[in-house]
């Protein structure tokens, strides 16, 4: 369990970020915390909660904190072009949580989380996941191009392939932060001794979406399972260039 960690991304104070509804700074307050509080009372995992407007919440966990469970950090990394857009902020949160979290670097699996967003079955998706491999467990959008973003577990070692594309992120120019990652993973599944998985399970998400406001729809367990089933038969296929 030490080997896997629990990375929950945070902007408190979003300061006008485009593409972003929810500005509220206490209503965000109060989802990140309640989302937090689950994955504290609901799994046993570590957990790193990392904040990029300066707004640090820390007091609120310093139990949690002193036995090691939780590692709250915060910085100031809001300041940049609003045009980039949030997904850009979203991958400098990564790059300084990779760089500075102890938790982090004693884990060999990251388990990104949006820090928002409720993912009800967290535990039943890792489980499900096999960690033999250096792997990347995400769902992907084959026909766009793109990936889902809010929920994915990977190996840390594919965390600087990633970031070291996170200035591509544009979101003004439309080059996303999920397709960026989608196309790290397409360079990632290159290396014979990684590997790339979507989950044979449904994400079931209880939040609702920073960029358009709308609730995350609940996953299906047999839609889920069929669109593995189909990448396993598929999978030679579905990668061409």
């Not at 909660?49 to 949690?64: G, H, M, P, V, W």
């Not at 699996?109 to 467990?137: A, F, H, P």
């Not at 070291?164 to 014979?192: A, G, P």
């Amino acid at each position: 369990m030490d080997d896997i960690v629990l990375l929950l991304t945070a902007c408190i104070n979003p300061n006008g970020m485009s593409y972003t509804v929810v500005q509220d700074i206490e209503l965000r307050k109060k989802q990140y915390r309640e989302s937090l509080s689950f994955y504290l009372t609901h799994t046993k995992y570590k957990i790193v909660f990392i904040e990029n407007s300066n707004t640090d919440i820390s007091c609120l966990y310093q139990k949690e904190i002193s036995e090691g469970r939780l590692e709250c950090i915060t910085f100031d990394g809001n300041n940049y072009d609003r045009y980039l857009g949030k997904g850009f902020g979203e991958a400098l949160i990564l790059n300084y949580a990779y760089i500075h979290s102890k938790l982090i670097a004693q884990s060999h699996y990251i388990v990104k989380i949006t820090g928002r967003v409720i993912v009800e079955n967290v535990i039943e998706l890792i489980d499900s996941c096999s960690l033999d491999k250096k792997s990347v467990y995400c769902e992907l959008g084959l026909r766009e191009k793109t990936t889902v973003s809010v929920f994915f577990i990977a190996h840390k070692d594919f965390y600087p392939l990633f970031l070291s594309k996170r200035n591509l992120i544009n979101d003004f120019s439309k080059c996303y932060f999920e397709k960026v990652l989608f196309q790290s993973i397409l360079e990632w599944r290159k290396d014979i001794h990684h590997k790339y998985s979507p989950f044979y399970l449904p994400v079931h998400l209880r939040g609702i979406c920073g960029t358009s406001g709308a609730v995350y729809p609940t996953g299906n367990r047999v839609k889920a399972f069929v669109k593995y089933i189909l990448y396993l038969f598929f999978k030679r296929f579905l990668f061409i260039e």
